[in-house]
Nanobody, 124 residues
């Protein structure tokens, strides 16, 4: 059975940092691109960043470039989202997802498996 479990969310002040983790099981983690998405109240789910199966390439939405970093450890079946210089507008539920496209993708349609999400709240 496939599981993606996010952790590391919480409440942080603006300018602070958090690192989210996504622990995967039940599928061949190292063959999948991994993505991070977020959804704020009343808004659609949006792409944040993604990493290829090997970790050799990454994608980011413009609003987080230079502040967020996606990484992965295939030996631990875990993906990470390091978030620095957090802003109030980063407040959302953050989801990790696994894509059969080994390079990752901006599109939610490319992702086969999804986690349940973890709340990130940034106070201003």
């Amino acid at each position: 059975q496939v599981h993606l479990v996010e952790s590391g969310g919480g409440l942080v002040q603006a300018g602070g940092s958090l690192r989210l983790s996504c622990a995967a099981s039940g599928f061949t983690f190292g063959s999948y691109g991994m993505g991070w998405f977020r959804q704020a109240p009343g808004k659609e789910r949006e792409f944040v960043g993604a990493i290829s199966w090997s970790g050799g390439s990454t994608l980011y939405t413009n609003s987080v470039k230079g502040r967020f970093t996606v990484s992965r450890d295939n030996a631990k079946n875990t993906a990470y989202l390091q978030m620095n210089s957090l802003k109030a507008e980063d407040t959302a539920v953050y989801y990790c997802a696994a894509s059969l496209s080994g390079s990752g993708s901006y599109s939610t349609n490319a992702y086969r498996y999804w986690g349940q999400g973890t709340q990130v709240t940034v106070s201003s």
